[in-house]
């Protein structure tokens, strides 16, 4: 096939939705060029109460569970027909299912893909982590070979920073000297799921929105010195981050911090753990000055989150719209890449950023093939 069209689905950590992203894919392997043609995001509704709970280890039922994954694979269904607009046949549909669970070599990517398969006429890969696991990896991120497609740019290095639920980025040298073995990636540090915790402590909402408490604030120094200490572990850990990471006895001991002091303290200390992580594995790899960093995911609505990221870089800070692929749909798009790079048979993950065993294993299980 010179030209495919195909689904990437993302559902995060953080819960709040399903996007999926149109994208047409020419060319095959490595050599394939992929454009965004069009993305879709819906609410989990329900279900996400259930998947919630799996994924904060509180009891649920198999009856419960298993009513819950299939809801969640009719929404699937909703919001891929959604994308498609009547207009196109999906050739491919690449899932990444709700993680409930990632401690490695232990992960759990609940999906109920068949559903998705039949209903849509259209093969599904998912599970995309489980091989990297088998082979001794983290499993994650497994989207930096996806940002080398979507982003790379010629005669200057650039990273691309993801800031979900939780912070990670993508290291790429120049792409006509860009070898697999040159490309850099890894988990930082808790993002949302740290300043989604801060603000359903202290504002009792779900999220601060647009980072209006963490502007009217000011970061305590004391406390900004703690939460960057626990930051900075997490980041120099070597290991992906899940199940565990989200920081709640630190938030819960800080109850009675007033919500703008909190919030802009979390602030502080994500932007300072990001930029620190950046700078030495920018040294690491030898690649020379960042010419640009190219930012995506839920954070990039966070204005004082996205300032201080852009305070402490010498790189030129911009979202992924610049770069043809909406904020809100980088992940989903870098799905439907990978579920690309499956069905050709190239090993999507990297040794040097899951430290899988090498050469990469193939990843992907299949439905409806």
Not at 105 to 123: D, Y
Not at 297 to 319: D, E, F, N, Q, W
Request: hydrophobic letters at 45%; proline letters at 6%.
């Amino acid at each position: 096939m010179t030209r495919r069209w195909v689904v990437g689905c993302m559902t995060g950590t953080s819960l709040d939705g399903i996007d999926a992203a149109l994208v047409e894919v020419t060319g095959r392997g490595l050599d394939m060029r992929a454009t965004f043609v069009a993305g879709v995001s819906r609410p989990l509704g329900p279900c996400a109460a259930v998947l919630r709970r799996m994924a904060e280890q509180e009891p649920v039922t198999s009856g419960q569970i298993a009513t819950a994954l299939h809801e969640f694979a009719q929404l699937h269904i909703a919001a891929i027909r959604a994308v498609l607009r009547d207009e196109h046949t999906p050739d491919l549909v690449c899932v990444h299912g709700q993680t409930v669970y990632h401690k490695p070599p232990v992960s759990w990517q609940a999906l109920q893909p068949a559903t998705i398969a039949r209903a849509l006429g259209a093969p599904v890969v998912f599970d995309l982590r489980a091989a990297d696991l088998a082979a001794g990896g983290q499993g994650a991120p497994i989207t930096p070979l996806a940002d080398a497609v979507l982003f790379g740019v010629p005669h200057a290095a650039r990273a691309v920073l993801n800031l979900g639920g939780f912070a990670n980025f993508t290291l790429l040298p120049p792409s006509p000297t860009t070898r697999l073995d040159d490309i850099g990636g890894g988990d930082i540090c808790a993002c949302n799921q740290l300043l989604d915790a801060v603000a359903r402590a202290t504002l009792g909402a779900a999220f601060d929105d647009g980072g209006a408490a963490a502007s009217s604030g000011a970061a305590d120094e004391g406390l900004l010195a703690q939460l960057a200490a626990v930051l900075a572990r997490q980041s120099g850990g070597g290991r992906s981050l899940g199940t565990g990471d989200e920081l709640m006895e630190w938030v819960d001991a800080k109850r009675g911090v007033a919500a703008p002091t909190l919030c802009a303290t979390a602030v502080a200390a994500i932007a300072r753990t990001i930029a620190t992580r950046l700078a030495e594995e920018g040294a690491r790899a030898g690649c020379g000055p960042l010419g640009s960093v190219v930012v995506a995911g839920g954070s990039v609505r966070h204005r004082p989150l996205m300032a201080a990221i852009a305070g402490r870089l010498a790189a030129s800070v911009v979202t992924s719209d610049a770069c043809g692929v909406p904020a809100s749909f980088r992940e989903a798009a870098c799905f439907a890449v990978l579920g690309g790079l499956c069905q050709d048979r190239v090993p999507i993950t990297l040794p040097r950023v899951t430290r899988c065993a090498a050469p990469a294993p193939v990843s992907g299980v299949w439905c409806g093939v």
